[in-house]
């Protein structure tokens, strides 16, 4: 069957097959997605940087894919946008900082090397909030990207350029990273998909780090089976990431098609009216498909936010330590070192990223490490516990991805609690190491937009399967 769609409209299954029946070759599919880029870039600010065609890899994938065929990995010849702060040799990665606006990566993260071994291709770097912190790009030194579904409104963040770039078809699927929610929440404004996998599933060797013990990187694609695909190559244990777990953790436990579905109905009551609605919608969809509802209580998810934002700019200061205008990044010279110092950073790092280095050092200091990031350890161990007990009684559970859609620019830069709050449904994945995906659940009108808004599925770790099975339950694909 011949699709008479645009190229860069495909999914990664849907160019795999044309590329396979000949339909279109690598080099149509990636002229495609690059003219699409260089068409809507100026208006969105996806990417950051636009690569010139790697022509070798474009002949090597076209030849793969001729003399495997079907054999080919399904990744082969496919154009993908990769988050700034993912390392691909020789390209900068700068975190959409001006603190690394020079830094050229000197090796290839896990995660690229896997993707250049399977034969993808890569359009370019894609924006983000600095060091991946915010939730809207309005945090990126190089000004913010737009949301392909209303450009007077953000694609969500940190992974916002990913997301941007792939709904406005400027790529076929993009990477993120999540340390957060910076994967699922703009793949919900955006109307994608996108998954954090577990925590120790896919190695973080070559991410710049934000909170080492909550980042994962993931996909944001157009389709469940294309986040299963992605999924499929990046993962597994890497020596140069000691915290990833083998290879046999995802085996799911989670027997035949029909899913229980947890719902902390107390605690999703702040969401607006008709978000509400579309989640219940979907709910009473998947119960009539044969899955089952199951009333969940989880006291504790109340507190996930607060923990979050002690633990996450804790971790975040520590690993931004490095960028002292000596040892890496901007290098400002003052009259003292110490001025040194307080020149390269107030120079090099945003406002966002000065107020998490500030709070990640308070929270850590003498006098307070007690009462806040022991205390907020500790209740993450807590809420650990709970979602596991949760789990004794259904498979997954569901939220809706964020309490609205995507918002205005400038609605929440002067109250950074008003976007911290974007994150309340999405953190506890990475408190818990827990994976967790965004699927869309539909549109809501707002002024003269019609949005796309996402649900929310977590699960126990290592069972991104059951997450791909009720994913394709809500988009109607045939997966499984
Ligand atoms: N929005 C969250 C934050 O600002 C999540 C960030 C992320 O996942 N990288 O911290």
């Known amino acids: 069957m011949t699709s008479t769609k645009p190229l860069n409209e495909y999914s990664i299954t849907e160019a795999a097959r044309a590329l396979r029946a000949h339909e279109c070759t690598v080099r149509e599919l990636w002229d495609a997605c690059m003219t699409a880029a260089q068409a809507r870039n100026a208006e969105l600010n996806a990417y950051l940087e636009l690569f010139a065609p790697d022509e070798d890899a474009i002949t090597a994938a076209q030849k793969r894919i001729d003399t ?35 830094y050229e990566a000197s090796y290839d993260a896990t995660v690229i090397e896997k993707l250049k071994a399977a034969g993808a291709l890569f359009l370019g770097r894609v924006n983000m909030d600095e060091f991946a912190m915010g939730s809207s790009t309005e945090h990126s030194a190089y000004g913010p990207s737009r949301n392909p579904h209303d ?103 989670t027997q035949g098609n029909t899913l229980r579905i947890g719902v902390p109905r107390s605690f999703i009551e702040g969401v607006d009216a008709d978000v509400k609605t579309a989640f219940e919608e979907t709910l009473t969809r998947l119960e009539a498909a044969g899955h089952t509802l199951v009333d969940i209580e989880l006291p504790t998810s109340t507190y996930a936010l607060p923990v979050y934002y002690v633990i ?48 990640g050092t308070f929270v850590l200091s003498s006098g307070y490490i007690d009462a806040y990031y022991r205390k907020a350890e500790a209740a993450r161990n807590v809420l650990r516990a709970e979602y596991g007990t949760a789990f004794e009684s259904c498979d997954v559970i569901a939220f809706p991805t964020t309490p609205s859609p995507a918002f205005k620019f400038g609605e929440k830069t002067n109250d950074p609690v008003a976007m911290y709050l974007e994150d309340i449904f999405t953190v506890t994945a990475n408190l818990t190491g827990m994976p967790a995906i965004s699927v869309p659940m539909g549109m809501v009108k707002r002024e003269e937009s019609t949005l796309p808004i996402g649900i929310h599925f977590t699960a126990a770790h290592g069972e991104e399967e059951t997450l791909f099975k009720i994913g394709a339950a809500v988009t109607g694909e045939a997966l499984y």
Do not use: W
Request: proline share 4%; net charge neutral; aromatic share 4%.
């Open 68 to 102: 495997e065929g079907e054999a080919a990995p399904a990744l082969c010849g496919i154009p993908l946008a990769i988050k700034d702060n993912i390392l691909i040799k020789g390209q900068i990665a700068s975190a959409s900082s001006k603190m690394l606006a020079n």
């Open 151 to 253: 450009p007077s409104r953000v694609p969500g963040g940190s992974s916002g350029g990913s997301a941007s770039a792939v709904a406005a078809n400027m790529a076929i699927a993009a990477l993120g990273t999540d340390t957060g929610g910076s994967i699922r929440q703009p793949a919900a404004h955006c109307g994608l998909v996108g998954l954090k996998p577990t925590y120790g599933a896919v190695s973080r060797y070559g991410a710049i780090a934000l909170g080492s013990s909550l980042d994962q990187i993931g996909p944001l694609t157009k389709t469940v089976a294309d986040t299963k695909v992605l999924f499929d190559t990046l993962r597994g244990q890497d020596e140069r990431d000691s915290t990833t777990t083998s290879e046999g953790f995802y085996a799911s436990r």
């Open 312 to 359: 996450m700019p804790a971790e975040a200061s520590t690993n931004l330590s490095r960028y002292d205008g000596i040892r890496y990044g901007l290098a400002k010279r003052g009259a003292t070192l110490l001025d040194d110092y307080i020149e390269s950073k107030t120079e090099g790092f945003g406002s966002e990223t000065q107020r998490r280095i500030l709070l």
